[in-house]
């Protein structure tokens, strides 16, 4: 009959409990499903600590003298096991006091769900699965092996929403005092995403003694944020003030709290009060668009510069030959594979393989070129719709080898680490280093191609052939091999291609396919034979996909934009940079 | 010089130019060109490599539009017609032939087609396709074949005819047209001294009754013509007259000859 | 040339009236609308009338195969009929073929009615599943036949002739606009991609129950299908031998030879491609939509670029610029994949990659053009004759002559 009350109690706190973490959870953010799902888990592990308000409010009390007695980690840490959750709230804090270098990670561990104990002995414990399905479990405070056990010989220590709050904002102030400025940004932003009252003291001590300014902005947002709720209206503009431009989601979402909380509230001060911070939304919502559409150029750069890789060699062979070479969609999968091959050749130093396979892919695909011109392009030579059908076949022919040999999956290249990362511009906007990486590269490959042309003799005779082939060859120059050697150029250039992608996509045997048509149309909207034609054409084409993108989503994105080229050509069908004059017609 | 009667139109040149400029790429290939031809008139026109001599034909028949200037044909019926306004086709139909420099003649079909695909009206898709060859059509190709002396080689293939012949064919396509302007580039290119004699009396009998410009290096050829003569350099008119005349003016000379 | 000759070697085909005149001095052809109506005759009757473990049956996998092959030859047709004929290289005929075959699909669809999985009436399963309360504008009038009959020819037929007039009006030509049609078809499989498009998206359309009422699944209905099939191939051969020999014809062949010289000429090049660029592309719609009955599916994958290049193929591989080459060309490059996919899936992309080299670099004319060059002892294909000489094989291909109304 006990029971059966008790588990009624249970029912009621047990919802009433939601809403009440539910409430606390917004004022930090908005849960996600994860959270949600957590939220649950822990309010039915919960129940006890709730239906037992009056119980436990007693033994909090007889708890806490004894808690502030102890001193050491080891004596506060083994309270936890039989602690509910107001106790282990204050033994946390407790700990955190601690002068002691294990009070952070003993700390993290517990937020992570990772600290057990030892049912039998009351030990606590980190778990390790072995290959025996038992755990190892290691002691927590010493670190020595206390042997194995089945899952269900340990338990974990619980934790709650509320303590999860507390404990991240714990583990915050203990961070913010490290000597690692990464750390202590990381901890600023915690302390921001959890900005309450009780924090403040903490937050004017941490920005007293900050010394990176950064990390001081950020804290002095938090500050603000708290401010926003003050009672006096000097502190409350000032709050607003400080708000002004703040980029970090908390400050615009707190502003906006605070406009709806003082709407019903119609007193002079804070109607002015409201407008002003109206007027920040207004600003900060403009820097946010602001910062949409540098993302959004950024992205249309970085998928350009990839673009331009992969059309640069295309335009160079149909400005110079007149060919269009539908196999070079597989001289830049083959750049790809050569990057993988190279990185199993070396397999520990990712970063290494990467500048060796450049060269590497450029020979490979390269002299694939040169084959191709030699043996099949060569005699199709002032016919371009059957040359475009032999390489189309070649391209199937070069898919289907790949298939054979690597298989049809798609294989794994390795991301250096000095690639990957971000670069902070402002608190709205992270951009990716491989991009810029990736826009540098084609940048300098493009740079270098435009030396070769303008200032080698090869550059010399090429441009001679692309301008007048009859005179050029009247001249003594080899036009079968400058044709070779620009097919062999192009494609060489597309295995570049192939190494760049190689940092973004998959690298399978379709991967050329995916680029080929984008690469045509860059070609056909920014003209033959004239580098600057292929840039403008790919930047602008990468950029209109990624500016149509957030507006229409993706696959629409490409078919407008597609479209739109497809109408371009009406209005000038040799494209933006095309030779005029009476050569180029016949 | 053998002026015909005027059919029409007494003194209302036939062709205009004024003031006609083109440029490509900042190479002025015509630089403010006038010429007139008047009714029935033959000219040939002469000048050296880049005068602007085929981008001239280019304006006249629509294939370029030219940056400033104006382009009149006076036609049978719609009178003063601004040529800049249509396109290659329409320019065509309006009664202006052109033979090119290369002899273009559709190499895979034989002459008799060629001949028939010239021959005037049943420009329209839906008449082509449903177009039947009357006696009276076929006939009109006989007769052109006799006088392109191309009679015997009616059903072989153009792409088989020597260069002579091509030109000759091109000729007869020309005629077949029935246009009241012939444009003509270098039409004794790759002829015997005798083929080029023929081709000159030819073009005499046409200007009878149409009115022609002949482009061509071949000055023995011009001399055959017996017409008006107007040397183009540099995309503008440089001297006009009798052919003896030009070639005494030490301009002329001096283009030809290099300063 | 042996046109007139051919008359005289052939009374029977003046008492065939208007075709006979077509036909005249075509053995090629002949032989194949012969052939063409004994194989619609003769499946269909060994298909119904012997049973299985008979020698003469005719399976209905290979009935059904074979219709599906038909419907390729006409496809091809239609391709050969502006590459071959005008030099048009549309690397976009599958988009066209597509197209017949939703217009087609979603009549079948519209027949399903209530005997879909979530027996809707109204809505086909697709659309009850993704929540689509009433049938979009565009799916109106495809529960009748006449309808989506008209819509086979006329989607195609307004697609191609909205492109087309962009196309031709601004002198896109050669590779220029192999490439943009190339895109025009990629565009679009993109868009049938998207389920909110209203065409089953990723799926397609399938599950499909009857048509005009008779079951997809029966033997008559395949056998009528079948036929249906061989009568639009002699169809479309029989008009595309009217254009090409026609006047019209001339004048797209020197279109395709000098572009230039056809306009100086006085004909207005833009409207001859675009006449036969919208003939082609309602060709090919109808190949679709016999198509989709045959094999019971359609889905974005047809407009797949690598599908529209390999129709172009089995023109090359049978001979461009004569038509009865492109039939031959799609039956047996496709009787070839079938085989080889089946037998050695993997060496398949390797021929059909050889086979675009080899027919670019060795048969420019296809198998029509060398034996014929073959026979008149031109170049070096002649010693490859000498292999044919003495068998059937010679006496196959008549010189077809599509410049013969003299």
Same mark, same amino acid.
Request: hydrophobic share 45%.
């Given at each position: 009959?006990?029971?059966?009350?008790?588990?009624?109690?249970?029912?009621?706190?047990?919802?009433?409990?939601?809403?009440?973490?539910?409430?606390?959870?917004n004022?930090?953010?908005?849960?996600?499903?994860?959270?949600?799902?957590?939220?649950?888990?822990?309010a039915?592990?919960?129940?006890?600590?709730?239906s037992?308000?009056?119980?436990?409010?007693?033994?909090n009390?007889?708890?806490?003298?004894l808690?502030?007695?102890?001193?050491?980690?080891?004596?506060?840490?083994?309270?936890?096991?039989?602690a509910?959750?107001?106790?282990?709230?204050?033994?946390i804090?407790?700990?955190?006091?601690?002068?002691?270098?294990?009070?952070?990670?003993f700390?993290?561990?517990?937020?992570?769900?990772?600290?057990?104990?030892?049912?039998?002995?009351?030990?606590?414990?980190?778990?390790?699965?072995?290959?025996?399905?038992?755990?190892l479990?290691?002691?927590?405070?010493n670190?020595?092996?206390?042997?194995?056990?089945?899952?269900?010989?340990?338990k974990?220590?619980?934790?709650?929403?509320?303590?999860?709050?507390?404990?991240?904002?714990?583990?915050a102030?203990?961070?913010?005092?490290?000597?690692?400025?990464?750390?202590?940004?990381h901890?600023?932003?915690?302390?921001l995403k959890g900005?309450n009252?009780?924090?403040?003291?903490?937050?004017?001590?941490?920005?007293?003694?900050?010394?990176?300014?950064s990390?001081?902005e950020i804290?002095?947002?938090?500050q603000?944020?708290?401010?926003?709720?003050?009672?006096?209206?000097?502190?409350?503009?000032?709050?607003?003030?400080?708000?002004?431009?703040?980029?970090?989601?908390?400050?615009?979402?707190?502003l906006?709290?605070?406009?709806?909380?003082?709407?019903?509230?119609?007193?002079?001060?804070?109607?002015?009060?409201?407008?002003?911070?109206?007027e920040?939304?207004?600003?900060i919502?403009?820097?946010?668009?602001?910062?949409?559409?540098?993302?959004?150029?950024?992205?249309?750069?970085?998928?350009g510069?990839?673009?331009?890789?992969?059309?640069?060699?295309?335009?160079?062979?149909?400005?110079?030959m007149g060919?269009?070479?539908?196999?070079?969609?597989?001289?830049?999968?083959l750049?790809?594979?050569?990057?993988?091959?190279?990185?199993?050749?070396?397999?520990?130093?990712?970063?290494?393989?990467?500048?060796?396979?450049?060269?590497?892919?450029?020979?490979?695909?390269?002299?694939?070129?040169?084959?191709?011109?030699?043996?099949?392009?060569?005699h199709?030579?002032?016919?371009?719709?059957e040359?475009?059908?032999?390489t189309?076949?070649?391209?199937?022919?070069?898919?289907?080898?790949?298939?054979?040999?690597?298989?049809?999956?798609?294989?794994?290249?390795?991301?250096?680490?000095?690639?990957?990362?971000?670069?902070?511009?402002?608190a709205?906007?992270?951009?990716t280093?491989?991009?810029?990486?990736?826009?540098i590269?084609s940048?300098?490959?493009?740079?270098?191609l435009?030396?070769?042309?303008?200032?080698?003799l090869?550059?010399?005779?090429?441009?001679?052939?692309?301008?007048?082939?009859?005179?050029?060859?009247?001249?003594?120059?080899?036009?079968?091999?400058?044709?070779?050697?620009?097919?062999?150029?192009?494609?060489?250039?597309?295995?570049i291609?192939?190494?760049?992608?190689?940092?973004?996509?998959?690298?399978?045997?379709?991967?050329?396919?995916?680029?080929?048509?984008?690469?045509?149309?860059?070609?056909?909207?920014?003209?033959?034979?004239?580098?600057?034609?292929?840039?403008?054409?790919?930047?602008?084409?990468?950029?209109?996909?990624?500016?149509f993108?957030?507006?229409a989503?993706?696959?629409?994105?490409?078919?407008?934009?597609?479209?739109?080229?497809?109408?371009?050509?009406?209005?000038?069908?040799?494209?933006?940079?095309?030779?005029?004059?009476?050569?180029?017609?016949d | 010089?053998?002026?015909?009667?005027p059919?029409?139109?007494?003194?209302?040149?036939?062709?205009?130019?004024?003031?006609?400029?083109?440029?490509?790429d900042?190479? =002025?290939? @015509? #630089?403010?060109?006038? &010429?007139?031809?008047?009714?029935?008139?033959?000219? $040939?026109?002469? +000048?050296?490599?880049?005068?602007?001599?085929?981008t001239?034909?280019?304006?006249?028949?629509?294939?370029?539009?030219?940056?400033?200037?104006?382009?009149?044909?006076?036609? =049978?019926? @719609? #009178?003063?017609l601004? &040529?800049?306004?249509?396109?290659?086709?329409?320019? $065509?139909?309006l +009664?202006v032939?052109?033979?090119?420099?290369?002899?273009?003649?559709?190499?895979t079909?034989?002459?008799?087609e060629?001949?028939?695909?010239?021959?005037?009206?049943?420009?329209?898709?839906?008449?082509?396709?449903?177009?039947?060859?009357?006696?009276?059509?076929?006939?009109?190709?006989?007769?052109?074949l006799?006088?392109?002396?191309?009679?015997?080689?009616?059903?072989?293939?153009?792409?088989?005819?020597s260069?002579?012949?091509?030109?000759?064919?091109?000729i007869?396509?020309?005629i077949?047209?029935?246009?009241?302007?012939?444009l003509?580039?270098?039409?004794?290119?790759?002829?015997?001294?005798?083929?080029t004699m023929?081709?000159a009396?030819?073009f005499?009998?046409?200007?009878?009754?149409?009115?022609?410009?002949v482009?061509?290096?071949?000055m023995?050829?011009?001399?055959?013509?017996?017409?008006?003569?107007?040397?183009?350099n540099?995309?503008?008119?440089?001297?006009?007259?009798?052919?003896?005349?030009?070639?005494?003016?030490?301009?002329?000379i001096d283009?030809?000859?290099?300063? | 040339?042996?046109?007139?000759?051919?008359t005289?070697?052939?009374?029977?085909?003046?008492?065939?009236?208007?075709i006979?005149?077509?036909?005249?001095?075509?053995?090629?052809g002949?032989?194949l609308i012969?052939a063409?109506?004994?194989?619609?005759?003769?499946?269909?009757?060994?298909?119904?009338?012997?049973?299985?473990?008979?020698?003469?049956?005719?399976?209905?996998y290979?009935?059904?195969?074979?219709?599906?092959?038909?419907?390729?030859?006409?496809?091809?047709?239609?391709?050969?009929?502006?590459?071959?004929?005008c030099?048009?290289?549309?690397?976009?005929?599958?988009?066209?073929f597509?197209?017949?075959?939703?217009?087609?699909?979603?009549?079948?669809?519209?027949?399903?009615?209530?005997?879909?999985v979530?027996?809707?009436?109204?809505?086909?399963?697709?659309?009850?599943?993704?929540?689509?309360?009433?049938?979009?504008?565009?799916?109106?009038?495809?529960?009748?036949?006449?309808?989506?009959?008209?819509?086979?020819?006329?989607?195609?037929?307004?697609?191609?002739f909205?492109?087309?007039?962009?196309?031709?009006?601004?002198?896109?030509?050669?590779?220029?606009?192999s490439?943009?049609?190339?895109?025009?078809?990629y565009?679009?499989?993109?868009?049938?991609?998207r389920?909110?498009?209203?065409?089953?998206?990723?799926?397609?359309?399938?599950?499909f129950k009857?048509i005009?009422?008779?079951?997809?699944?029966?033997?008559?209905?395949?056998?009528?299908?079948?036929?249906?099939?061989?009568?639009?191939?002699?169809?479309?051969?029989?008009?595309?031998?009217?254009?090409?020999?026609?006047?019209?014809g001339?004048?797209?062949?020197?279109?395709?030879?000098?572009?230039?010289?056809?306009?100086?000429?006085g004909?207005?090049?833009?409207?001859y491609?675009?006449?036969?660029?919208?003939v082609?592309?309602?060709?090919?719609g109808?190949?679709?939509?016999?198509?989709?009955?045959?094999?019971?599916?359609?889905?974005?994958?047809?407009?797949?670029?690598?599908?529209?290049?390999?129709?172009?193929?089995?023109?090359a591989?049978?001979?461009r610029?004569?038509?009865?080459?492109?039939?031959?060309?799609?039956?047996?490059v496709n009787?070839a994949?079938?085989?080889?996919?089946g037998?050695?899936?993997?060496?398949?992309?390797?021929?059909?990659?050889?086979?675009?080299?080899?027919?670019?670099?060795?048969?420019?004319?296809?198998?029509?053009g060398?034996?014929?060059?073959?026979?008149?002892?031109?170049?070096?294909?002649?010693?490859?004759?000498?292999?044919f000489?003495?068998?059937?094989?010679?006496?196959w291909f008549?010189?077809?002559?599509?410049?013969?109304?003299?």
């Open positions: 009959m006990k029971r059966i009350i008790t588990s009624l109690i249970c029912i009621f706190a047990f919802s009433s409990g939601v809403q009440a973490n539910a409430k606390s959870d004022l930090i953010k908005p849960p996600g499903f994860a959270d949600a799902i957590e939220t649950l888990a822990l039915n592990t919960g129940n006890s600590e709730l037992q308000p009056k119980i436990e409010s007693e033994k009390n007889s708890q806490s003298t808690i502030s007695s102890i001193k050491s980690l080891d004596e506060l840490a083994g309270q936890l096991i039989t509910d959750y107001v106790t282990k709230k204050e033994i804090r407790n700990i955190a006091t601690l002068k002691d270098s294990r009070a952070l990670p700390i993290e561990s517990i937020l992570q769900g990772e600290l057990f104990y030892i049912k039998k002995s009351d030990q606590l414990v980190y778990r390790q699965l072995l290959d025996n399905k038992k755990y479990a290691v002691s927590a405070l670190g020595s092996e206390l042997g194995e056990f089945k899952k269900r010989k340990l974990k220590i619980g934790i709650n929403n509320n303590l999860r709050g507390e404990m991240k904002t714990i583990i102030t203990l961070k913010i005092t490290s000597t690692d400025p990464i750390l202590r940004e901890a600023a932003l915690e302390i900005a009252e009780n924090t403040l003291t903490l937050i004017d001590l941490a920005i007293s003694k900050e010394t990176d300014s990390i001081n804290l002095m947002t938090a603000a944020i708290i401010h926003l709720k003050s009672v006096d209206p000097l502190k409350r503009i000032d709050a607003i003030k400080s708000l002004e431009d703040s980029l970090y989601v908390e400050s615009r979402n707190a906006m709290l605070f406009i709806n909380e003082n709407k019903l509230n119609n007193s002079e001060t804070s109607k002015e009060e409201i407008t002003y911070a109206q920040t939304v207004n600003g919502d403009k820097l946010v668009t602001l910062n949409n559409v540098a993302e959004n150029i950024y992205f249309g750069v970085s998928l510069s990839v673009l331009l890789l992969a059309a640069i060699g295309l335009a160079i062979t149909f400005g110079v060919v269009i070479n539908m196999a070079h969609g597989e001289m830049i999968m750049g790809a594979y050569t990057t993988f091959v190279i990185q199993q050749l070396m397999p520990n130093h990712a970063g290494l393989s990467l500048i060796v396979a450049i060269p590497a892919a450029f020979l490979v695909s390269g002299l694939m070129g040169v084959l191709i011109e030699r043996t099949v392009i060569r199709l030579y002032g016919r371009p719709l040359t475009l059908l032999a189309f076949g070649i391209s199937l022919v070069l898919q289907q080898a790949v298939r054979s040999i690597f298989g049809p999956l798609n294989q794994d290249v390795l991301t250096p680490s000095w690639m990957a990362g971000t670069f902070t511009v402002n709205g906007l992270e951009l280093f491989n991009r810029l990486y990736i826009i590269f940048l300098l490959v493009l740079a270098t435009a030396v070769v042309l303008k200032k080698t090869f550059g010399l005779q090429m441009r001679a052939v692309t301008m007048n082939r009859p005179m050029a060859s009247s001249m003594g120059i080899r036009t079968g091999w400058v044709d070779a050697l620009t097919f062999g150029l192009g494609s060489g250039i597309a295995g291609a192939g190494v760049a992608l190689s940092q973004l996509t998959n690298v399978g045997p379709n991967l050329g396919q995916a680029y080929i048509i984008d690469s045509f149309m860059v070609v056909v909207f920014g003209g033959v034979g004239n580098l600057w034609g292929t840039l403008v054409g790919a930047m602008s084409l990468g950029i209109a996909n990624k500016v993108e957030p507006m989503g993706a696959v629409l994105a490409k078919i407008i934009v597609l479209v739109a080229i497809i109408l371009f050509i009406q209005k000038r069908p040799r494209g933006l940079f095309a030779l005029k004059g009476r050569a180029v017609e | 010089m053998s002026l015909a009667i059919k029409h139109l007494e003194n209302a040149p036939i062709l205009y130019l004024d003031g006609v400029s083109v440029s490509f900042g190479f =002025k290939a @015509l #630089n403010n060109l006038s &010429l007139c031809i008047e009714p029935g008139e033959m000219r $040939a026109i002469i +000048g050296p490599n880049g005068a602007g001599k085929t001239m034909m280019d304006v006249i028949t629509g294939k370029t539009r030219p940056d400033t200037g104006t382009v009149l044909f006076n036609h =049978k019926e @719609l #009178n003063e601004d &040529l800049t306004q249509y396109d290659e086709a329409e320019v $065509a139909n +009664g032939g052109r033979k090119f420099q290369k002899p273009s003649v559709i190499e079909l034989t002459v008799f060629n001949l028939e695909l010239a021959q005037k009206g049943g420009r329209g898709v839906w008449q082509a396709l449903m177009h039947t060859l009357t006696n009276e059509k076929k006939q009109k190709i006989q007769n052109t006799e006088l392109i002396a191309l009679q015997d080689k009616a059903q072989d293939l153009a792409a088989n005819l260069h002579g012949q091509k030109q000759w064919l091109e007869g396509m020309l077949s047209q029935e246009p009241e302007l012939l003509i580039d270098e039409p004794a290119a790759g002829m015997t001294d005798e083929e023929k081709t009396e030819l005499k009998t046409l200007a009878k009754n149409h009115s022609l410009v482009v061509e290096h071949d023995d050829f011009i001399a055959a013509l017996d017409c008006k003569v107007t040397v183009l540099e995309g503008s008119v440089l001297a006009e007259g009798s052919l003896a005349s030009v070639q005494k003016n030490q301009q002329v283009v030809y000859l290099g300063r | 040339m042996s046109t007139l000759h051919n005289s070697e052939n009374p029977k085909a003046l008492k065939l009236g208007p006979g005149t077509l036909l005249m001095g075509d053995k090629g002949q032989r012969m063409l109506i004994a194989v619609a005759i003769i499946f269909p009757f060994c298909n119904l009338v012997f049973s299985e473990g008979s020698f003469l049956h005719v399976s209905t290979t009935l059904t195969l074979t219709g599906k092959y038909l419907c390729y030859a006409l496809l091809a047709l239609s391709v050969d009929l502006i590459w071959g004929y030099g048009i290289l549309s690397l976009g005929h599958g988009a066209f597509a197209l017949g075959g939703y217009a087609m699909g979603m009549y079948l669809m519209r027949q399903i009615g209530d005997r879909g979530y027996g809707n009436a109204e809505l086909p399963d697709f659309m009850v599943f993704l929540d689509w309360k009433e049938l979009p504008w565009y799916w109106f009038g495809f529960d009748q036949f006449w309808f989506a009959s008209i819509m086979v020819l006329v989607v195609p037929g307004i697609l191609a909205v492109f087309g007039w962009l196309a031709f009006r601004s002198r896109v030509t050669g590779v220029y606009l490439i943009i049609t190339q895109a025009l078809t565009a679009l499989m993109l868009a049938f991609f389920n909110d498009m209203g065409f089953g998206g990723n799926n397609g359309l399938t599950d009857d005009l009422g008779f079951d997809l699944q029966s033997n008559t209905t395949r056998c009528a299908l079948f036929i249906a099939s061989a009568l639009a191939v002699i169809l479309g051969y029989l008009i595309s031998r009217f254009i090409t020999t026609s006047k019209l001339r004048v797209l062949v020197s279109i395709r030879d000098a572009e230039m010289r056809t306009r100086f000429l004909y207005k090049v833009e409207y491609k675009l006449f036969v660029f919208v082609s592309a309602m060709m090919a109808v190949a679709g939509a016999l198509y989709v009955p045959q094999v019971g599916i359609i889905n974005p994958g047809e407009f797949t670029p690598i599908y529209s290049i390999e129709i172009i193929i089995w023109v591989i049978g001979g610029g004569t038509l009865f080459g492109a039939v031959i060309g799609a039956i047996a009787y994949k079938t085989y080889f996919t037998a050695f899936a993997e060496l398949w992309l390797f021929m059909l990659g050889g086979l675009f080299v080899m027919a670019t670099l060795y048969l420019p004319k296809g198998i029509v060398f034996i014929e060059d073959a026979k008149q002892g031109n170049g070096t294909s002649n010693r490859f004759y000498l292999l000489k003495n068998t059937p094989f010679s006496k008549s010189k077809q002559s599509s410049k013969g109304s003299v």
